[in-house]
């Protein structure tokens, strides 16, 4: 296991979604995600059983989780409980910090 990581250096680039670019780390328990989402990237409405906690680090971000719409701005966060519907758009160039638990098997490189 590794105990220190150079994001640039050390993991490749992924993109997960057309317009959404990151590097990702996995643990056990989790995965941390630093994404660039690219302005106007509509992420459709979906769920899925891991809890996912987005924090606005750039840019200005519409979300909608179970119903209810709002805008981020830098420093505001996104908790989104596991199977709870939700969507996005990037109404700016964004960066995007998500941490899932347990652990997005489905973002992991082979």
Aim: hydrophobic share 40%; aromatic share 8%.
């Amino acid at each position: 296991m590794k105990y220190f990581i150079n994001k640039e250096a050390d993991l490749p680039l992924q993109e997960v979604y057309p317009g959404i670019t990151g590097q990702l780390i996995h643990t056990e328990a989790l995965t941390i995600a630093d994404f660039q989402i690219a302005k106007g990237t509509v992420l459709p409405e979906h769920a899925h059983p891991h809890e996912q906690i987005s924090t606005v680090l750039e840019g200005r971000f519409a979300f909608t989780v179970g119903g209810e719409e709002r805008i981020l701005v830098a420093g505001e966060v996104a908790v989104i409980p596991g199977n709870v519907a939700h969507s996005g758009t990037a109404l700016t160039d964004c960066r995007i910090i998500d941490v899932f638990a347990p652990a997005r098997e489905d973002y992991k490189l082979s």
